[in-house]
């Protein structure tokens, strides 16, 4: 069993920065591919971005964040992190990191239900 603990997440205004963190309680981080997810009130989970496993030299974004949000891992820290710049207030949202280790899943790394493991969400608002 891998626990996430999302950290990071409050309120900005308009054009302002924040960057997340999520941290894996398990030995073999470098092995999972790593996503981040966000949903808003009234909204269904959407994906935002993800990071392959081990060398983390692959990336995946949502075209809603291209060029603002930067995802990355330390797999020294069991960690990965989502850098947002540029914030707008429809980046508001519960934002959730996850982790998947099944064969194959980078194809598929923007598709939640493909992730075994969730964080419990931290909560970022962005004010206009």
């Known amino acids: 069993q891998v626990q996430l603990v999302e950290s990071g997440g409050g309120l900005v205004q308009a054009g302002g920065s924040l960057r997340l963190s999520c941290a894996a309680s398990t030995l073999t981080f470098s092995a999972y591919t790593m996503g981040w997810f966000r949903q808003a009130p009234g909204k269904e989970r959407e994906f935002v971005a993800a990071?392959?496993?081990?060398?983390?030299?692959?990336?995946n974004y949502a075209d809603s964040v291209k060029g603002r949000f930067t995802i990355s891992r330390d797999n020294a820290k069991n960690t990965v992190y989502l850098q947002m710049i540029g914030l707008k207030p429809e980046d508001t949202a519960v934002y959730y990191c996850a982790a998947a280790v099944r064969a194959g899943v980078w194809a598929l790394s923007n598709l939640s239900n493909n992730y075994e493991y969730w964080g419990q969400g931290t909560q970022v608002t962005v004010s206009s």
């Open positions: 990071i392959i496993s081990w060398s983390g030299r692959a990336t």
